[in-house]
């Protein structure tokens, strides 16, 4: 058996890269569009009239909250684990190990493992509740069965939680080979759960981008100047307005006279990543939609106006959820003319 500093401290780089978010709070991209990862740009999930069903992003944004929670616990038990070395090395040469020591990362691993489960099956119990509303077969067994196959990792990682507490004793008895070999068996087994939970949520993460079709008529570009965006919407002037760490920059007007329009506007998120969305309505109809997710950095957009739009006033809302926050909308007006 591999010792313990060696598989754990290899065990720990490979958890932190097992748990780490895909994109954030971000749902994926089209498979023609690309990701915001790859591409280093904003990159439109869906695009349309409105924004998609209540349920798509019910299930998105637990989706969205299923990767981070597994980040953030990555991180705790990196440094749990980190923190069991010294105590290894103090078991064999120095024992007994100081027991307050080790109550206290027993404890904390133990605490952040059990919030986090937590947190996991609040996510999956979302996704669960509009699974059926969001897919359909033949991809709706398939979503089915990752969800339980998640549900049935989180019984596992429960049991886990509960191993690690023992070695805790085991070490305070000086036990030391026996609760070497524990936390390295520990070590191992979250490196396994965490791959499952990253290669499952990637699944659910491809089967929901294929319930929307390719953003083909949003144009991702460099942004644009101040001139080529006036040019673009036939506009005198441009604003800027922001939703949190995004900002957006738009036409004050735009000329749906001629036929084909589409609403020119640069984005400029500075949150690392976050899923972003822009709908333009006239009243109660909805003209155009785009969302996706975005890592920091400018994008342009040129975006498809559907219908016939008349003359008059529209509302442009944009709203941004940096990845781990809190959802921000801004509001603002358009003349069309």
């Known amino acids: 058996m591999f010792g313990f500093t060696t598989l754990a401290i290899s065990a720990v780089t490979a ?22 990862i790859d591409a280093g740009a904003f990159r439109p999930a869906w695009c349309g009239k409105k924004p998609p069903p209540k349920s798509y992003e019910k299930f998105r944004k637990a989706l969205a909250a299923y990767h ?6 990555a991180e705790a038990i990196a440094t749990a684990l ?18 307050t ?54 019984d596992e990682f429960g049991r886990l939680m509960k191993d690690v507490d023992s ?14 070999d524990a936390m390295v068996r520990a070590a191992a087994d979250l490196v396994t759960i965490g791959s499952f939970s990253t290669t499952s949520a990637t699944s659910l993460s491809t089967m929901l981008m294929s319930t929307h079709e390719p953003c083909k008529t949003t144009k991702v570009k460099d942004p644009y100047t101040d001139k080529a965006m006036r040019k673009a919407a036939g506009a005198k002037a441009t604003k800027t307005t922001s939703a949190g760490d995004m900002s957006m920059q738009y036409p004050t007007s735009l000329d749906v006279a001629g036929t084909g329009v589409w609403l020119p506007v640069n984005l400029d998120s500075t949150a690392p990543s976050g899923y972003v969305q822009v709908v333009l309505t006239q009243g109660a109809k909805g003209l155009a939609a785009v969302g996706g997710g975005t890592p920091a950095g400018e994008s342009g ?30 509001a603002v007006t358009l003349k069309l003319g």
């Open 68 to 73: 981070v929670n597994n980040a953030d616990l």
């Open 101 to 154: 020591t080790v109550d206290i990362i027993v404890g904390g691993m133990y605490l952040n493992g059990n919030l986090a489960k937590q947190r996991a099956e609040k996510a999956l119990a979302d996704m669960t509740a509009v699974v059926d509303a969001v897919f359909e077969p033949p991809t709706l067994p398939e979503a089915k069965a990752v969800l339980i196959g998640l549900r049935g990792k989180m």
């Open 82 to 99: 980190g923190s069991f070395q010294p105590i290894n090395a103090q078991c064999k040469d120095n024992p007994p190990v100081d027991q």
């Open 15 to 36: 958890a932190a890269t097992m748990f780490a978010p895909l994109t954030g709070a971000s749902p994926p991209s089209s498979a023609v569009c690309g990701s915001a």
């Open 301 to 330: 957009l040129r975006i498809k106006v559907f219908g016939k739009p008349k003359p008059g006033k529209a509302t442009l809302r944009l709203t941004f959820q940096p990845a781990g926050g809190a959802e921000v909308t801004k």
């Open 167 to 180: 070695t805790g004793d085991l070490y305070k008895a000086s036990a030391c080979d026996a609760a070497e």
